[in-house]
Nanobody
Framework: EVQLQASGGGLVQAGGSLRLSCVAS????????IGWFRQAPGKGREGVSC????????YYRDSVKGRFTISRDNAKNTVYLQMSNLKPEDAGVYYC?????RGQGTLVTVSS
């Protein structure tokens, strides 16, 4: 069974930092790109970042470029999302996903 468990969310002041973790199981982690998505209350889900399994190439949505960094540790079946200089508009539930499969999210709240 594919499982993706996100953690590391919390309440932070604007300008602060958080590191999210996504621990995966049930598939060969090294073979798949992993992505982070978020959904704010009353809004649709949006892609935030993803990292390739082949060359660790990365993608970021424009609004987080220069503030967020995605990385992976294949030995630990884990993908990280380091978020810095957080803004209120970054708030939401963050999910990690493998293809169309996503796990339970972790809530990020940013106070202004």
């Amino acid at each position: 069974e594919v499982q993706l468990q996100a953690s590391g969310g919390g309440l932070v002041q604007a300008g602060g930092s958080l590191r999210l973790s996504c621990v995966a199981s049930g598939f060969i982690f090294d073979d798949y790109a992993i992505g982070w998505f978020r959904q704010a209350p009353g809004k649709g889900r949006e892609g935030v970042s993803c990292i390739s399994n082949r060359d660790d190439s990365t993608y970021y949505r424009d609004s987080v470029k220069g503030r967020f960094t995605i990385s992976r540790d294949n030995a630990k079946n884990t993908v990280y999302l380091q978020m810095s200089n957080l803004k209120p508009e970054d708030a939401g539930v963050y999910y990690c996903a493998k293809g169309v499969t996503r796990g339970q999210g972790t809530l990020v709240t940013v106070s202004s």
